[in-house]
Every structure is written in structure tokens, then in C-alpha cells.
């Protein structure tokens, strides 16, 4: 069965204070690794796909890097615009054929002004 | 722009009401739809597959018979909440992917807020 953790579970930064969020998974071959932004209220935004180990992705202020065991999102002098949830996700080759995602229960992220 | 288009945002309804939520793909035909539910400060958790033209797949533990899913055009899937109770208050998601056999990234609707009272 896929596992996806998050940690932590909620993470209070100082405006420009740079940190990383953990996404660790076992899944049974892994197809893909997603990262999402969710603001209250509203559904998952997708940020960015990661495929193969040793990959990176970045985005303005994130950046997303991946292992065979774990994936990093890192913020790079966050704003207060940056607050969100973020929640990891992955695609395994035993997902079926609707390729399905399993979540990891996501980080809180507060960047105080 | 959005890809996907949900509602209603929110309902609110007394106990024993059924519940239609409407999601619409905006950008392209989505042969399959993906119906998830959240509950507050806890992830997302699929519910079932929607399938154009056939029926969805649910996951175990969801019961089909309550949570009604039509998927009757490449652009539009329904979930109906039958005799919707208060323990079926929570943040319903769709998502749809360009494309559902390989590994692109599902993109979600904003969601519906059920409120059961």
C-alpha cells in the first residue's frame, strides 16, 4: 500500500526566513510526485510534477526536489502570500489504470509578516 | 485560467435532502474524473473514479448507493449525496487529468462545502 508523510505538520516562518517541507513516501514504484498549494476553502493548485530521482523544479520562491525515498519543497525568503497548505502526492505503477493519487496529509505553512 | 468548474461552493440542507455537486471540465475532455473528500485539518481521500459513458469505480468503504456518480459527457460528472446525514458534512473535490493512463497532474475544482444539519 502507498504511504505518503508530511512534515511538519504545521510550520510558523518569519517573512524572507527560508525553510523546507519533507514529503516522505514508499510506494511500490513510483510514478510520479506531485506538489500542491491548498488555501482555505478552496481546492488543491498544482505546483509541480517530479518524476525521477535527482530531479528539481522550481517556481518564483519554491523549489522542489526529489529522492527515492523523499521529496523536499524548499521556500527561499517567503512572503505572507506563501501561507498555505501543502500537500504532497504520488502516483504509483500499482495505481490501476486511472493512475489514482494518494495524499499525504499536508503542511500547514504560516509566513508572519 | 480554471480548468475545472465545480458547484455549488456551498450548500447547507437538512438531513434526509440529496445533494447534487456538478464538475466541469473547462479545458479539454476528461474521460475520467476523480471525486475525493476532505474532512477538516485531514488530507484529501478519494472517493471513487468517474468514468465517461460507464460506472464509476468507488474505493473500499465508500458506498456506492449513497454517493451516486454520473458521468454522462466528457465534460461533466455529477456526485449525488442521497438522504445526506450530518456525518456526510465535509469538503467534497473533483479533479480531472489531461491524461488518466499516464502521469500528468490531476487539477482540481474549488471544491463544496456540504453542511448537513
Known amino acids: 500500500e502507498d504511504q505518503v508523510t508530511q512534515s511538519p505538520e504545521a510550520l510558523r516562518l518569519q517573512e524572507g526566513e527560508s525553510s523546507s517541507l519533507n514529503c516522505s513516501y514508499t510506494?511500490?514504484?513510483?510514478?510520479?510526485l506531485f506538489w500542491y498549494r491548498q488555501d482555505p476553502g478552496k481546492g488543491p493548485e498544482f505546483l509541480f510534477t517530479?518524476?525521477?530521482a535527482g530531479e528539481e523544479k522550481e517556481k518564483e520562491r519554491l523549489k522542489a526536489t526529489l529522492t527515492k525515498k523523499e521529496s523536499f519543497l524548499h521556500i527561499t525568503a517567503p512572503k505572507p502570500e506563501d501561507s498555505a497548505t501543502y500537500l504532497c502526492a504520488v502516483q504509483s505503477l500499482s495505481s490501476g489504470s486511472a493512475r489514482q493519487l494518494t495524499f499525504g496529509s499536508g503542511t500547514q505553512l504560516t509566513v508572519l509578516p | 485560467g480554471a480548468v475545472v468548474s465545480q458547484h455549488p461552493s456551498r450548500v447547507i440542507c437538512k438531513s434526509g435532502t440529496s445533494v447534487k455537486i456538478e464538475c466541469r471540465s473547462l479545458?479539454?475532455?476528461?474521460?475520467?474524473m476523480f471525486w475525493y473528500r476532505q474532512f477538516p485539518k485531514q488530507s484529501l481521500m478519494l472517493m471513487a473514479t468517474s468514468n465517461e459513458g460507464s460506472k464509476a469505480t468507488y474505493e473500499q468503504g465508500v458506498e456506492k448507493d449513497k454517493f451516486l456518480i454520473n458521468h454522462a459527457s466528457l465534460a461533466l460528472s455529477t456526485l449525488t449525496v442521497t438522504s445526506a446525514h450530518p456525518e456526510d458534512s465535509s469538503f467534497y473535490i473533483c479533479?480531472?487529468?489531461?491524461?488518466?493512463?499516464?502521469?500528468?497532474?490531476?487539477?482540481f475544482g474549488d471544491g463544496t462545502r456540504l453542511s448537513i444539519l
Open positions: 479533479s480531472v487529468t489531461r491524461s488518466p493512463g499516464g502521469n500528468q497532474p490531476q487539477h
Open positions: 517530479l518524476y525521477s
Open positions: 479545458d479539454f475532455q476528461a474521460t475520467t
Open positions: 510506494v511500490s514504484g513510483l510514478r510520479g
